[in-house]
């Protein structure tokens, strides 16, 4: 279908235009944009042969690899649903996904064939696998041509219940985030891009799709590499990236446990291009401290959850150098309307606060088994309006408690801890029922010496009401972080033992 905006053509053009130049660079080798749409085409076409038809959903149960990446697009290329599966979650996890999503195949390795609880199609892992693989394979002889509507992949979240619920994704959905995105960021064939994160996770999306809509490189990061703040910066020497993007907490780590600024290794300098980060608030002093180092660089504060993609951005041009709280999540981007409705249901004016809400080519289709999606998307985060039309993120409507008969925004409490010096970052939890409810604040110490419980009270005491001042303070070496970087809340509501 001629003016679609869909996904898969993306290699393909970058193909025509530039076939030698590398598309991925993983574990796995380096592969150019001529052989990914070869090696994706006998992929689709082995798929095909096995039964898999247009509208199927197909698990990737896969390290995240050269393999990988050319299995997503030969899912694309045939009309199936790509599903990816955390390849280091537990195997009774991965296997509820793939059941929740009636995937007909699983695609996997060796490794992982006899844990599916589904029709499997084994792949052999490694460059001389997919090598072999591609020469010796039929292509497919055409592609399918989807409604730019219509479902391309699902993304499992972690749901309230505790249970994965899949976010759908169109590919107007991606292509709307990805087209600003090569706009605004003004990426370029001669970018590297980096992979920071994993394949099902929604910041994975412009790394790759960003990458081969200007025919650049990018380059895959190991699951095991991305958690080490090292190997993290040696990767961004090494590799040259041109294009990172992350949550705030990676750049953080690499700049306190990976020396990003101490004097360079054996690899060259690293010239950043464009830092994007998403997914969490990025503390002023260290973004400062980020922005004072590489003064030529772009950075752009991304919001947006999976089910909206990036709904609204912000480019940081100047921090100044008595600014405490943490930059604005900015204005709608990608072709979205996005506004603040009060408790009462009405638009929020200027200087008031309450729910974001998402209109437009971003939103979901829906959950995977439920109803369509109709309408806006509720984002369930609480904002301000500020006076010149931007919006600042306050916290999750769901971190938003009752404590001793008072609603608290628990993010608003930790805005305030943070702007303390001897902290370096902070979570604040609720333990207890009733009266009993506690405010809780788990603290990672700046230096040596951790701060008291009174200088904490007088902190909040000093900006917040008095149902807002925390009851107690824990001091820990690191706060607990999903796998995706963020601070896990639910291990945090257990009392460290």
Known sequence: MSGQRLLHP????????????????????????????????????????????????????????????????????????????????????????????????????????????????????????????????????????????????????????GTPKGVCISHLNARAFVDWGVEALELRAEDRFSSHAPFHFDLSVLDLYGAFAVGACVCLLTESAASSPRRLVDYARREQISVWYSV????????????????????????????????????????????????????????????????????????????????????????????????SGERAGPGERGELYVSGPTVMLGYWGRDPHVGPYPTGDIVRLEEDGELYFIGRRDHMVKVRGHRVELGEIEAALGLQDSIRDVAVVVRGEGLAAKLVAVVEVEGERAPSLLALKRACAERLPHYMIIDRVEVVDALPRTRNGKIDRRALATPQV
Request: with cysteine; aromatic share 8%; net charge negative.
């Open 248 to 343: 705030p907490s990676a750049l953080i780590l690499m700049v306190q446990s990976g020396g990003l600024f101490e004097g360079e290794s054996e690899a060259p300098e690293w010239e950043p291009r464009v830092f994007c980060f998403a997914g969490e608030s990025f503390p002023i002093a260290h973004l400062r401290a980020l922005r004072e180092r590489w003064t030529r660089a772009r950075f752009f504060n991304l919001y947006g959850p999976t089910e909206t993609n990036v709904c609204t951005a912000y480019e940081v041009v100047d921090i100044a150098p008595d600014r405490t709280h943490p930059v604005p999540i900015g204005r709608a981007c990608s072709g979205d309307e996005v506004w603040v409705q009060t408790d």
């Open 10 to 161: 993306l290699v393909r053009a970058s193909a025509a235009r530039t076939p030698e130049r590398v598309a991925v660079r993983g574990w796995d080798g380096d592969i150019t944009y001529a052989e990914l749409d070869a090696l994706a085409d006998v992929l689709g076409q082995r798929l095909r042969l096995i039964g898999v038809e247009a509208g199927d959903r197909v698990g990737l149960w896969l390290d995240k690899s050269v393999l990988a990446v050319a299995a997503m697009q030969a899912c694309l290329r045939i009309g199936a649903v790509y599903v990816p599966v955390d390849p280091l979650s537990p195997t009774p996890r991965a296997n509820t996904i793939v059941r929740d999503a009636g995937a007909r195949v699983v695609v996997t390795d060796e490794h992982r064939v006899a844990k599916a609880e589904a029709p499997t199609m084994l792949v052999a892992t490694g460059e001389e696998g997919w090598r072999t693989l591609m020469r010796a394979g039929e292509r497919l002889a055409e592609h399918h041509s989807p409604a730019e509507t219509e479902l391309a992949y699902i993304l499992y979240t972690s749901g309230s219940t």
